[in-house]
């Protein structure tokens, strides 16, 4: 193995063991999460207008996170992710209704 492979091969690996830990972690994979849905990832991107080829990027590197880091972790990362992200929602529409019922309460 040359030593521009052997670079290569290191270099993959730490990546690999980096985006292992990001998503092992609820943390991480919220992170994650957040950056997929910037890449347009769970929204329309073709309105017509100036910003479709800027949201087709966007939304090819959000495809490029999925399928080259997130699927290959563990086949149950992505659907654990979207079970958090809809109890995290969840948690927090409840604590907004709440909150608008102590500033509102005849309403």
């Known amino acids: 193995m040359s030593i521009a492979e052997l670079i290569a ?5 730490n990546i690999t063991e980096a985006w292992n830990r990001v998503l092992d972690s609820a943390d991480g994979r919220l992170v994650v999460w957040s950056i997929l849905e910037r890449c347009s990832l769970f929204r329309q991107t073709h309105w017509g207008n100036d910003l479709d080829g800027f949201r087709a990027g966007q939304r090819d590197i959000g495809l490029i996170v999925l399928n080259e880091r997130v699927f290959p972790h563990d086949v149950q990362t992505f659907p654990n992710m979207q079970m ?4 995290l929602m969840e948690r927090i529409e409840r604590a907004a ?9 005849d309403e």
């Not at 091969?9 to 690996?13: I, L």
């Not at 958090?84 to 109890?87: F, G, K, L, T, V």
């Not at 209704?97 to 309460?105: C, F, G, I, S, V």
């Open 9 to 13: 091969t290191t270099r993959e690996r």
């Open 84 to 87: 958090e992200h809809a109890a």
């Open 97 to 105: 209704e709440q909150e608008a019922e102590k500033e509102n309460p």
